[in-house]
């Protein structure tokens, strides 16, 4: 039983500490939630701030990630409601509003905010656990919207989706195939959470990821230049960079950036310094004793070859990893920087259409606009599949529904509400769950083994559990089109220089966008510039402005490149090093998620290798 005379000077030593902010978790709090209650309101009448309960935070089993969430929502949540409290008294000026009518349109302005799950979220229904990933999740969210919109301008479906969002320290990518893909348990700089997020995976490779020759090998990043100092082009002293690579390459040309650089910030991008640093690694490279004596566009052409198969190795996990072939996808570059790379990693996987809005750079910030609003709630239920199950899964949910709807009503008069209802099913023993819309039995058993056949190759014959209802509602955003002015003949180049693509130099001509006619083919290698990015068309692909103002790439000719097996070389050295790596953790990847010892898929007590013909270790 729940000591209440006990807790009482324990709670009360923490408040003597100075400590405002609690996170209340209970061993079966998720299903019998009273006495989180009795902890949480014993604390609000002793003055704490901040109090985040689980089963409210994160009504599910598993105490450890529930913990975790509940602990994070309690950090976070103080602090966003700072910043939630200063913007909307910029948007609605504290006035008698009690009192009086407002007097202003500005105190009627409703202020939402982007969830990691890719909705939007009123400002006081807003937590911290749901502002995680909200930043990437709003690209995601940009990425679907706008493919919708190109789909009903062009008349050509673009339903199924590579995300390749990159910027200057890291690159986000993300699969669409219809519907938005969602984690439900994840794990954020070690800390393990149980919250609705965008199904995202991040690699360590931006504009400014570090390059540099170690151990016979060519490495890219994790370590990053950041802004300050930067690239070495940023004329602060900085290493060289992925960004150095394309300058190097003449993808990122001087002279059509402002003059922002420097200590000063008064300087143009330094091309000098990024020739000089390369021609001095690749001095050094070629003391080491290779065959191939290499010139400085070689070796920057090696770090970017690298770069592109991490971030190709990037999008292999959450999209042929869980069994999807990329061969009829679209790639959906955006991101300061993945004008620069997209046909390369695309190319990389095989896909052979690129898609760039004309807010790719910034199409994050855009995306949060175009957002749905959501509500998400989860229901543990931890029974097995069945019509007793199925009856109490029915009652929940038409207990549950109202409750969400009633949170738009107020704002969203007159608009639809969509209520959707999903289960968490997993394997009796295993602790993989997979979300089946709420169906028949017999439906939801067929949709389940679909999914799990497509991700593990494999059906039990163990009975369906279900572990949690999770009710979604769902407003529709408003899908906003921007114009841009018809330009009605085909644009000449503004200029020529040279570009490094498929090994080998090109006069290649330059672009503006806005001057791009609709239909006008242009033909790679080339660059287009835009005001937020620079988009680079390599060689044996090409590019066509939609009616959408779309800039749709397509690769026109696939070329099998051919290596020598005769020497080592440092950079196919470290291609197939990362393409082994891959190997080997999506086989972890597959025994974590479908074993049913403790030892396997708690303690993660395993490991996965690749051996030779010879049994060697690769």
């Given at each position: 039983p729940l000591d209440i005379a006990k807790l009482t000077p324990q709670l009360q030593a923490l408040k003597d500490e100075g400590i405002e902010s609690l996170a209340i978790v209970l061993m079966h709090g998720y299903r019998y939630q009273d006495h989180e209650k009795q902890v949480a309101n014993l604390a609000k009448k002793m003055g704490f701030k901040q109090i985040s309960v689980s089963h409210e935070v994160s009504p599910l089993q598993k105490i450890v990630s529930r913990g975790d969430t509940t602990v994070v929502d309690a950090y976070l949540s103080p602090v966003l409601g700072k910043y939630v409290s200063q913007v909307a008294a910029e948007l609605n000026p504290v006035t008698d509003r009690l009192l009086e009518k407002p007097k202003t349109p500005l105190e009627q302005v409703p202020l939402y905010f982007m969830q990691s799950n890719g909705g939007l979220s009123l400002a006081s229904n807003f937590q911290g656990k749901d502002a995680i990933l909200s930043g990437p999740a709003g690209g995601v969210v940009g990425m679907v919207k706008t493919a919708q919109q190109a789909s009903q301008a062009e008349g050509?479906?673009?339903?199924?989706?590579?995300?390749?969002?990159?910027?200057?320290?890291?690159?986000?990518?993300?699969?669409?195939?219809?519907?938005?893909?969602?984690?439900?348990?994840?794990?954020?700089?070690?800390?393990?959470?149980?919250?609705?997020?965008?199904?995202?995976?991040?690699?360590?490779?931006?504009?400014?990821?570090?390059?540099?020759?170690?151990?016979?090998?060519?490495?890219?990043?994790?370590?990053?230049?950041?802004?300050?100092?930067?690239?070495?082009?940023?004329?602060?002293?900085?290493?060289?960079t992925v960004t150095d690579c394309n300058v190097m390459l003449g993808k990122i040309q001087s002279s059509y950036f402002p003059a922002i650089f420097g200590k000063n910030a008064d300087e143009t991008l330094d091309d000098k310094v990024v020739a000089e640093k390369f021609n001095a690694l690749a001095l050094a490279i070629n003391s080491e004793g290779n065959e191939e004596k290499l010139a400085a566009e070689n070796v920057a052409q090696g770090f970017l070859n690298v770069a592109v198969e991490n971030m190709a190795n990037a999008v292999k996990r959450i999209s042929i990893q869980r069994g999807y072939d990329l061969t009829d996808y679209t790639l959906v570059s955006f991101g300061g920087a993945g004008g620069q790379h997209a046909c390369l990693v695309a190319?990389?996987?095989?896909?052979?259409?690129?898609?760039?809005?004309?807010?790719?750079?910034?199409?994050?910030?855009?995306?949060?606009?175009?957002?749905?609003?959501?509500?998400?709630?989860?229901?543990?239920?931890?029974?097995?599949?069945?019509?007793?199950?199925?009856?109490?899964?029915?009652?929940?949910t038409q207990t549950l529904k109202p409750i969400l709807a009633q949170q738009f009503l107020q704002k969203n008069a007159g608009q639809s509400i969509d209520v959707q209802a999903r289960l968490h099913l997993k394997y009796l023993g295993s602790d993989n769950s997979l979300l089946v819309a709420v169906d028949s039995i017999e439906r939801m058993q067929e949709a389940f083994e679909q999914q799990h056949k497509q991700l593990f190759g494999f059906i039990s014959e163990q009975p369906l559990f279900v572990e949690a209802l999770q009710v979604q509602a769902t407003v529709a955003g408003e899908i906003s089109q921007p114009q841009f002015a018809k330009v009605t003949k085909d644009a000449s180049p503004c200029g020529q220089v040279k570009l490094f693509s498929d090994d080998k130099w090109f006069d290649a001509k330059v672009y503006h966008r806005t001057e791009l006619k609709a239909g006008q083919l242009i033909t790679g290698p080339c660059l287009v510039l835009e005001s937020t990015s620079t988009i680079v068309i390599e060689a044996n692909w090409q590019g066509c402005l939609s009616e959408s103002g779309d800039l749709l790439l397509s690769h026109y000719q696939m070329i099998n490149k051919q290596y020598s097996a005769e020497q080592a070389n440092p950079v196919l050295l470290e291609i197939f090093n990362n393409r082994f790596m891959n190997v080997a953790e999506q086989m972890g990847y597959v025994l974590e998620r479908t074993a049913a010892s403790v030892n396997i898929k708690e303690r993660l007590d395993f490991s996965c290798a690749v051996f030779n013909a010879k049994a060697q270790l690769i």
């Amino acid at each position: 039983p729940l000591d209440i005379a006990k807790l009482t000077p324990q709670l009360q030593a923490l408040k003597d500490e100075g400590i405002e902010s609690l996170a209340i978790v209970l061993m079966h709090g998720y299903r019998y939630q009273d006495h989180e209650k009795q902890v949480a309101n014993l604390a609000k009448k002793m003055g704490f701030k901040q109090i985040s309960v689980s089963h409210e935070v994160s009504p599910l089993q598993k105490i450890v990630s529930r913990g975790d969430t509940t602990v994070v929502d309690a950090y976070l949540s103080p602090v966003l409601g700072k910043y939630v409290s200063q913007v909307a008294a910029e948007l609605n000026p504290v006035t008698d509003r009690l009192l009086e009518k407002p007097k202003t349109p500005l105190e009627q302005v409703p202020l939402y905010f982007m969830q990691s799950n890719g909705g939007l979220s009123l400002a006081s229904n807003f937590q911290g656990k749901d502002a995680i990933l909200s930043g990437p999740a709003g690209g995601v969210v940009g990425m679907v919207k706008t493919a919708q919109q190109a789909s009903q301008a062009e008349g050509e479906v673009f339903n199924k989706l590579v995300g390749f969002d990159m910027g200057g320290t890291s690159t986000d990518v993300s699969h669409y195939a219809g519907e938005y893909e969602r984690q439900f348990e994840t794990q954020v700089a070690g800390v393990r959470l149980r919250a609705p997020m965008m199904q995202i995976h991040t690699v360590a490779a931006g504009g400014g990821s570090i390059v540099k020759f170690q151990d016979g090998r060519y490495q890219v990043g994790p370590e990053s230049a950041g802004a300050n100092p930067g690239p070495a082009c940023y004329k602060r002293g900085g290493p060289l960079t992925v960004t150095d690579c394309n300058v190097m390459l003449g993808k990122i040309q001087s002279s059509y950036f402002p003059a922002i650089f420097g200590k000063n910030a008064d300087e143009t991008l330094d091309d000098k310094v990024v020739a000089e640093k390369f021609n001095a690694l690749a001095l050094a490279i070629n003391s080491e004793g290779n065959e191939e004596k290499l010139a400085a566009e070689n070796v920057a052409q090696g770090f970017l070859n690298v770069a592109v198969e991490n971030m190709a190795n990037a999008v292999k996990r959450i999209s042929i990893q869980r069994g999807y072939d990329l061969t009829d996808y679209t790639l959906v570059s955006f991101g300061g920087a993945g004008g620069q790379h997209a046909c390369l990693v695309a190319e990389q996987l095989g896909i052979k259409k690129v898609m760039l809005h004309p807010f790719a750079g910034v199409l994050s910030a855009f995306g949060i606009g175009l957002a749905d609003q959501i509500k998400l709630q989860d229901m543990a239920i931890e029974k097995a599949l069945n019509e007793e199950a199925l009856t109490e899964i029915n009652h929940q949910t038409q207990t549950l529904k109202p409750i969400l709807a009633q949170q738009f009503l107020q704002k969203n008069a007159g608009q639809s509400i969509d209520v959707q209802a999903r289960l968490h099913l997993k394997y009796l023993g295993s602790d993989n769950s997979l979300l089946v819309a709420v169906d028949s039995i017999e439906r939801m058993q067929e949709a389940f083994e679909q999914q799990h056949k497509q991700l593990f190759g494999f059906i039990s014959e163990q009975p369906l559990f279900v572990e949690a209802l999770q009710v979604q509602a769902t407003v529709a955003g408003e899908i906003s089109q921007p114009q841009f002015a018809k330009v009605t003949k085909d644009a000449s180049p503004c200029g020529q220089v040279k570009l490094f693509s498929d090994d080998k130099w090109f006069d290649a001509k330059v672009y503006h966008r806005t001057e791009l006619k609709a239909g006008q083919l242009i033909t790679g290698p080339c660059l287009v510039l835009e005001s937020t990015s620079t988009i680079v068309i390599e060689a044996n692909w090409q590019g066509c402005l939609s009616e959408s103002g779309d800039l749709l790439l397509s690769h026109y000719q696939m070329i099998n490149k051919q290596y020598s097996a005769e020497q080592a070389n440092p950079v196919l050295l470290e291609i197939f090093n990362n393409r082994f790596m891959n190997v080997a953790e999506q086989m972890g990847y597959v025994l974590e998620r479908t074993a049913a010892s403790v030892n396997i898929k708690e303690r993660l007590d395993f490991s996965c290798a690749v051996f030779n013909a010879k049994a060697q270790l690769i």
